[in-house]
């Protein structure tokens, strides 16, 4: 049995005060808003408690879905690595960027350069560098690592994959299909909107992103962004695929499904199926945490 955890939107707190050219751009909508909305709830102990329940439940690796900044600047990513190296080493754990990542256009240098350890495909040709979507295979597992982090305008969080990244996407679907592994995808952005009011935060290209999926199948999709524990599926061309979202890894210690949390993903091979236990772990009313879902799937191996 193979254990991945997921975490996501950690949005690190330690925002540094702005410097005077800052307030010309997209970051002062974010630091605003930060310091209005985020900066109580988003407490670094309650994210170092969760961080403590996970590792307590020794999973084989730990999978982050973007959003590990708040504004995009150097110091957050500085940060950030720490924060990853604390984490876990590269080979036990695998990120990607969100939105809050690629704030402001050239955000992404920032991360492809500082985060690349954590990125980087076990490819031999990519080596070293953090390009997207990448691969990363582990046991009977392949974690397909997509960006759909892009500078947006202000009062927007939209993301994007691209065509090509896409079609790259598609054929390593193919690839890990053909190999037999339980193929993981990881995006920041949720690949289908749920609600109809949150246009600005959608996937601008889902439906293209939805479609590679239906055709080309996969076994999993684990996403962030929300804020909020989120499970619904995709019908893939060899069977249902769930998609989860988590919580934000720095949510308040409250209960309810906006409540800090993360998952526990738990695949064991049977016969034809793989079976999939999809466990969500979060902060109850009480401050403490506790398990909050539980779902189980017979998911078909890749034919
Ligand atoms: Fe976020
Ligand atoms: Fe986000």
């Known amino acids: 049995m ?13 925002v540094p005060e702005m410097r005077l050219r800052d307030y010309a751009s997209k970051r002062i909508v974010g630091y605003t808003n930060w310091r209005r909305n985020r900066k109580g709830a988003m407490t670094s102990e309650t994210l170092d408690r ?11 690796h730990i999978a982050v879905t ?3 900044t708040n504004i995009a600047r150097r110091e957050e990513f500085e940060n950030a690595r720490l924060w990853l ?24 240098h920032r991360y492809r350069k500082l985060w690349a350890p954590w990125m980087v495909s076990d490819d031999s040709e990519h080596i070293g560098k953090a390009l997207f979507p990448f691969m990363r ?8 690592g997509v960006s759909s982090a892009v500078a947006s305008a202000p009062f927007m969080a939209t993301g994007h994959v ?26 920041h952005h949720p690949p289908k909107l749920i609600d109809p009011n949150s246009a600005w935060r959608k996937l601008t290209d889902g439906k293209r992103f939805r479609r590679a999926v239906e055709t080309f199948g996969a076994e999993l999709i684990l996403h962030g962004h929300e ?50 236990t999809v466990i969500h772990r979060g902060y109850a009313e009480s401050g403490e945490i506790v398990e909050t879902a539980r779902v189980s ?6 034919s």
């Open 66 to 68: 973007g959003d590990l």
């Open 297 to 302: 799937y017979s998911v078909n191996r890749p």
């Open 137 to 144: 295979r582990k046991g009977h597992v392949a974690l397909i």
């Open 85 to 108: 190296e604390a984490l876990g080493p590269p080979d036990r754990v695998t990120a990607i960027p969100g939105n809050h990542d690629s704030y402001v256009p050239r955000a992404h």
């Open 2 to 14: 193979f254990r991945l955890a997921h975490l996501s939107d950690v949005h690190l707190g330690a």
């Open 227 to 276: 804020h909020i524990r989120m499970m619904t599926a995709i019908q893939g061309a060899d069977g249902i695929v769930p998609v989860v979202g988590v919580p934000a890894g720095s949510g308040p210690a409250l209960g309810g499904p906006r409540a800090g949390g993360y998952a526990l993903h738990e695949i064991a091979e049977k016969g034809a199926c793989y079976d999939l």
């Open 162 to 187: 691209g065509e090509r990244q896409t079609e790259r996407v598609a054929a390593l679907l193919c690839q890990a299909r053909d190999e037999g592994l339980f193929r993981v995808i990881l995006i």
């Open 50 to 60: 969760l961080v403590a329940d996970l590792r307590a439940h020794e999973p084989d």
